[in-house]
């Protein structure tokens, strides 16, 4: 492990929130209406509604599905159409793209219908370094993403 690194369980970096308070009371969505909806799944963005209490402002902050393991970085106010996902946040130090590219290509697999977060996800173990590295790393990562974007779309 390089100098500064340390090894940490994401539950002793991430703080989660239960999204209760943020569900819509209305599945009524328009494109019309200003407030997108998530789910943590593939579809992210489910529809827009018009509601405007309890959207959820703490910001950026990831989203994740406590079923299917996804997740998601949101940098945007917003209100969720299910308690099915946790809402975290990273603690100071760390930089939430990190976890969020980290959480992106780390997966758990389960035959079983159950929450993941508290009893599997939050114990795993991920290699975090200086907070400096950490920006670095995020900027490397961009980059390659942008250059594999633009190659993509020339193909």
């Known amino acids: 492990m390089p100098k500064g690194w340390a090894v940490c369980q994401l539950d ?3 703080s989660y929130e239960q999204p209760t308070p943020y569900i819509v009371k209305s599945t009524d969505y328009d494109d019309t209406y200003t407030t997108p909806v998530l789910t943590a799944g593939k579809s992210f963005i489910i529809g827009h509604t018009n509601e405007t209490n309890g959207i959820y402002e ?5 989203i994740f599905d406590d079923f299917t393991t996804d997740s998601k970085l949101v940098d945007f106010p917003f209100k969720v159409k299910s308690s099915a996902m946790k ?5 100071e ?3 939430i793209e990190y976890i ?6 780390t997966r ?7 929450r993941y977060w508290i009893s599997e996800y939050s114990k795993i173990e991920i290699p975090v370094p200086p907070k400096n590295e950490q920006d670095r790393i995020v900027k490397k990562v961009r980059l390659l993403l942008n250059r594999l974007g633009t190659i993509t779309e020339n193909l």
């Open 12 to 14: 002793s970096i991430i």
């Open 58 to 62: 703490k910001l950026p902050c990831i």
């Open 87 to 91: 809402i975290l946040q990273v603690k």
């Open 93 to 95: 130090d760390i930089n």
């Open 100 to 105: 969020a590219m980290f959480m992106s290509i």
């Open 108 to 114: 758990l697999i389960g035959d079983t219908h159950k």
